[in-house]
């Protein structure tokens, strides 16, 4: 049975949902159904153990057998490039590279960065405004920092521990140790947001498959970050399985439903949620010396001028 060839792991909240919808809509790649399955961070884990720190993840992916199912309609001879998407793996490197490598020895591994001091602010935003988040301090940001001896994905972490989605020279560390050089593509979210279509074909090109296909549908504005006008009635919109959004939704043609269902939540989302008050001069000064070491060790690997993220 068919495994993925490649696997974008991360960072959270710097362009991953972006990418997955791209990628979707090209006929020579396929992706996963689920987004975030998160099985090379999760294998035989005990469900129940999961489910008491993933509360708002049903059907954790624990076997290999059931991870596989996720890509049994791609075609080996259509699908070229047969992916995943899961910001967990960046966030939990040890035990995810090392799953990834047992399994899938030769598979490309993608990420994308984003300025850590924007994508934790950001991460804490988003979290406030999905329910996840009750503390509105931004202070907590850097008061929830992981301990140094600190392996396991969970629900409570992955979503309140802002700070070490950001640690990328550390979290990626363990996969250029275990994966060769040619086997990794680290882009940068400023990039995906400055040049959209010169990232994507590169990107493309990378996969081997056709890099100029319908690039004009490139849109980096996915699960964008603000704060909700109204809690209640955001969550109305976005729950998953509202019983009147489906009656709805039931008359909408099954080949089109899914482009419809993204295209209301985002006109839906420009009116419910306003903008996010800037982060605080102090917590960005603080994060900056917090990310400091991580940030310069980075753009020596990346041999790219990220000094802009210490500013």
Not at 168 to 185: A, E, G, T, V
Request: glycine content about 2%.
């Amino acid at each position: 049975m068919t495994l993925p060839n490649f696997v974008i792991i991360g960072a959270a909240k710097s362009g991953t949902t972006s990418l997955y919808k791209y990628l979707e809509t090209h006929p020579q790649v396929f992706l996963s159904s689920r987004k975030e399955i998160n099985f090379f961070c999760l294998e035989d884990e005990k469900p129940e153990n999961i489910s008491k720190l993933f509360s708002l993840i049903k059907n954790p992916i624990v076997d290999i057998e059931t991870y596989k199912s996720f890509f049994i309609d791609a075609d080996p001879l259509k699908h070229k490039a047969i992916g995943e998407v899961s910001p967990g793996y960046l966030f939990s490197p040890e035990i995810s590279s090392s799953n990834i490598k047992k399994y899938c020895p030769d598979i490309k591994i993608i990420a994308i960065l984003r300025n850590p001091i924007s994508r934790a602010y950001s991460h804490f935003i988003y979290s406030q405004q999905i329910g996840r988040e009750n503390n509105y301090n931004q202070n907590i940001i850097i008061d929830r920092k992981l301990p140094s001896n600190y392996v396991y994905f969970g629900h409570n972490q992955y979503f309140h521990r802002y700070l070490d989605h950001g640690f990328y020279y550390r979290n990626l560390s363990p996969y250029l140790k275990k994966f060769k050089s040619d086997q990794i593509k680290i882009y940068l979210f400023e990039e995906l947001c400055d040049s959209p279509l010169k990232l994507m074909q590169d990107l493309l090109s990378f996969l081997e498959v056709d890099p100029y296909f319908d690039l004009n549908s490139v849109n980096i504005k996915n699960n964008q970050s603000g704060i909700p006008r109204n809690k209640k009635i955001y969550q109305f919109f976005n729950k998953k399985n509202s019983g009147e959004k489906n009656l709805f939704f039931n008359f909408i043609p099954k080949q089109i439903k899914k482009s419809t269902v993204q295209y209301v939540k985002n006109q839906m989302d420009k009116f419910l949620i306003k903008k996010a008050p800037p982060i605080s001069d102090d917590l960005k000064s603080s994060l900056i010396e917090v990310y400091r070491e991580d940030i310069l060790s980075l753009q020596q690997l990346l041999q790219k001028d990220i000094s802009h993220w210490l500013k």
